[in-house]
């Protein structure tokens, strides 16, 4: 049965810092992942798709990677802000179903 | 704007009745998706729509029952069959259903059954 592991499950760090949020699948067929963000009592808003053919995708800030060797994944925060506090989580294709991450919280402080 | 509408944003049932939690989209996406979320777990699929008219079970369909009547309506109905039925419902589409279409997701309905 395919799983996936967040690592840290939660994170508080201050302003400024740059942050790296794991997330691994057991099985390592994974087509494409899609990175997250949940603020409290929300739905969840997408923040990066890679797609199958890609490794990687950058949008302002934050920087996600994709090795499919490995089934790893990586989402790269650069210069954390408050705003940035919430649940972030992760979801990769494997055969025929989107599995999900049980996320990693993040907080910044000022 | 576009995106997904559920309502209510809190329901509040007593054990043995059914409920419907709505769900509407105008991002004209062919496929939409039922998650349950609880804590410390990830989303779990319900149910799943592709196409009008037709849906499939996910991975924890049994106590719930969908319909899609219209492209733009997934509704969800917990039954009384559904043993833990306290969770935050989570109504997402995507334009095609394919591997590389991205989710979108409306702000959920939290339910609680007492």
């Known amino acids: 049965k395919q799983e996936v592991t967040q690592i840290p499950a939660a994170l508080s760090v201050p302003e400024g810092e740059n942050l790296v949020l794991n997330c691994s699948f057991t099985?390592?067929?994974?087509?494409?992942l899609q990175w997250f963000r949940q603020d409290p009592g929300k739905g969840l808003t997408s923040l990066l798709l890679i797609q199958s053919s890609q490794r990687e995708q950058t949008s302002g800030r934050l920087n996600a990677s994709l090795d499919k060797s490995s089934g790893r994944s990586t989402l790269y925060i650069a210069a954390s802000q408050p705003g940035d506090s919430a649940t972030y989580l992760c979801a990769g294709y494997n055969t025929d179903k989107l599995i999900f991450g049980t996320g990693t919280r993040l907080q910044v402080f000022p | 704007d576009g995106g997904i509408t559920q309502s209510p944003k809190y329901l509040f049932r007593k054990e043995g009745q059914n409920v419907t939690l709505s769900c509407e989209q105008n991002?004209?996406?062919?496929?939409m998706y039922w998650y349950r979320q609880d804590p410390g777990q990830g989303l779990r699929l319900i149910y799943y729509s592709q196409i009008v008219n037709d849906f499939q079970k996910g991975d924890i369909a049994e106590g719930y029952s969908v319909s899609r009547e219209k492209k733009e309506s997934f509704p969800l109905t917990v039954t009384s069959a559904q043993k833990n039925p306290t969770a935050f419902y989570l109504c997402?589409?995507?334009?095609?259903?394919?591997?590389?279409?991205?989710?979108?997701f409306g702000n959920g309905t939290r339910l609680t059954v007492t």
């Open positions: 997402a589409s995507s334009p095609s259903g394919t591997v590389n279409s991205p989710l979108h």
């Open positions: 099985d390592s067929a994974i087509y494409n």
């Open positions: 991002l004209n996406h062919d496929a």
